[in-house]
């Protein structure tokens, strides 16, 4: 039996579905109050990224893509995922000119962040990009991204009125609102 924090206990773990990017598990347990339970676990085996790219006058991209599990459009910033072994920042530089097209000289980490910690381990690192140059978009045959350059306060309007619901984004944004309340003044 293994032992976990809060005492919770695992009996049994098996391996009900797994691909490239996700391993799902049902777990038998034993409850922090001693009952028996089940648990449904989503091992993400990508770190997810973010990217908020912002210039010198304040604006910001977003991406517009389809996200099949929703069967919808979103606006987000522009994200993607950092395989085990590679540095956070480096997937943050090829996402951004991925989806957008755009390099940057300046970085820096902006937060991390757990995305649904109820029944998955998915783990994210957000970055913001300053001194912005043109690089190539190369999108991935997943990918059907539209972009829009807008000011930061027009996505943070997106963010408020739910027009934008991606949670890496939303975090992002708001965090990069209150770091930068000039632009918004």
């Known amino acids: 039996m293994n032992e976990k924090i809060g005492g919770w206990k695992t009996k049994t773990s098996q391996v009900m579905y797994e691909n490239p990017w996700i391993k799902v598990s049902h777990e038998e347990v034993i409850t922090p109050k001693g009952t028996d339970g089940i648990y449904g676990v989503v091992h993400f085996k990508n770190t997810a990224i973010g990217v908020v790219p912002i210039d010198q006058d304040g604006n910001i991209w977003l991406v517009k893509q389809s996200r099949y599990s929703l069967n919808q459009y979103t606006w987000e910033i522009p994200e993607g995922g950092c395989p085990q072994g590679e540095n956070p920042l480096d997937a943050a530089k090829r996402e951004l000119e991925e989806e957008v097209g755009l390099r940057a000289n300046q970085w820096q980490q902006l937060m991390t962040m757990h995305l649904s910690n109820s029944v998955t381990d998915e783990y994210c ?24 350059k807008l000011p930061l306060q027009d996505a943070i309007a997106m963010v408020l009125s739910g027009e934008i619901t991606d949670a890496i984004s939303v975090a992002a944004l708001l965090r990069v609102a209150l770091d ?6």
């Open 125 to 148: 690192v957000v970055f913001v990009a300053r001194d912005l140059f043109a690089g190539q978009q190369q999108l991935e045959a997943t990918e059907d991204i539209e972009y829009k």
């Open 180 to 185: 930068l309340k000039d632009y918004l003044e």
